[in-house]
């Protein structure tokens, strides 16, 4: 079990300014807080009181520069929020973790039991304006290995933003100063200044906003329990993945959206694949089962002109893919799977984003539009949950994960979610040496062993394939 030790507000070191920042953008995101753990290996630093106070004290001057993280949402007219600049600051827990000897025996750091409790736990029954938006704990480990969990809300920043936040703090935290170039830009109306013509407003219907598919028929299991796990895939089974979706893939689609000459990323392989072998463990005979997958695209450069390098706001869009029954993504090759992810990915430029946010601003609802997209499991009987035949997979390759070293233990040795609570959501991720994936997926009880055979069973029948 993980023990709390103390816990304390830190604040800006210094007066930072106080407004109020509204982004289009963010109303869309949750305001839970997305959980992201940092391993560190075993140090033979023994005044374990001067690495705290200087993780706070730091911390304490990176929320100067990083400021609205220090702040509060405030609801605003028709369900929407604002983060309301007043330096209230953060929440920072101390913790200890006695019952291991070792984080080698927390094994793959699979998001779940004790490895959630290495992130601070939100209480969100207390008032939007009291909730921060920004905690962290440090959970030491006899072994002298040491965590760092920490929670940031997602309709503050988005992962891309939240690199750079944790990144900075780092540099901070060593006694270095930053580059001109790596101070972050907090003007959100970079995103709501845009605007496009009536006609062009026209052209994308957004589907990623329209409710998703509902599991029919009978229930899988009939409760919301959850089962995470980590699979893993080596830099050669990516490769023999892209291969078969190139050669087997569908050329039916005459869509102009798609560059067919641009070849298949790992992102929307491993995603394609995720979504068959997801399906395949779901199947319990209903061919006509509608399924959909979602992702989150950075429009950052997508965006005409780019937004500035620094740029701390949220600018991850949703997308989604074609519909499609069970029985078609199942009998179908892989490569017409993978092709729906890449039209969906390269669907969104940064007109359809400027779009989009069109959309959002001018959408009444905006409860129904958050729970269409980040909760696919919506049941036909209000309040009964009848299983999740949709899948939501979120790409953390390309995050500077290691830039994060606070000069005590080096670089992480570990960076992945700290916990997963809702069932078909995936985190795809570069392993810790950079020559394979890991991904951390969370699926119903009664699927997961099913999922994992599928999954390994596909990749070691095309080695089998290769051979002959």
Known sequence: MVSIESHSTIIPSKQTPNPKLYSICEQIKLRTHAPLLYVYKPHNHNNNSTFLEILQNSLSQALVIYYPLAGRLSWIKDGRWEIHCNAKGALFLEAKCEELTGLNQLGDFVPTN????LIPNIDYNLPLEDIPLLAVQLTRFRCGGFTLGVALCRAATDG???MHFMNAWAKLARGETLDPNEFPCHDRTLLNSRKLTQFSSLRWQHREFDAPPIWVGSDLNGNREVSVAIVKLTREHVSKLKKKASSRMSFQSTSKDVDRTKPYSTFEVIAGHLWKSVTKAR???NNDQQTRLSTLVNCRNRLQPPLPNGYVGNAAFPTVTPTRSFNDLICKPLGD???????AVERVTGEYATSALNYIDNEKNMDLLRY???????SVCKGQYKGNPNLFVVSWMNFSYKDANFGLGGEPIYFGPGFMDSEGKAFIMNNNNGDGIVV?????PSCMDSFKNFFYDDIREMFCNSKL
């Not at 269409?372 to 919506?378: I, M, Q, R």
């Open 114 to 117: 004790l490895v959630s409790q």
């Open 160 to 162: 891309t933003a939240t």
């Open 283 to 285: 199947y319990i005979g």
């Open 337 to 343: 799977a993978v092709e729906d992810v890449k039209k």
């Open 372 to 378: 269409n997209f980040h909760y696919p499991a919506k």
């Open 440 to 444: 951390a997926i969370s699926l119903e």
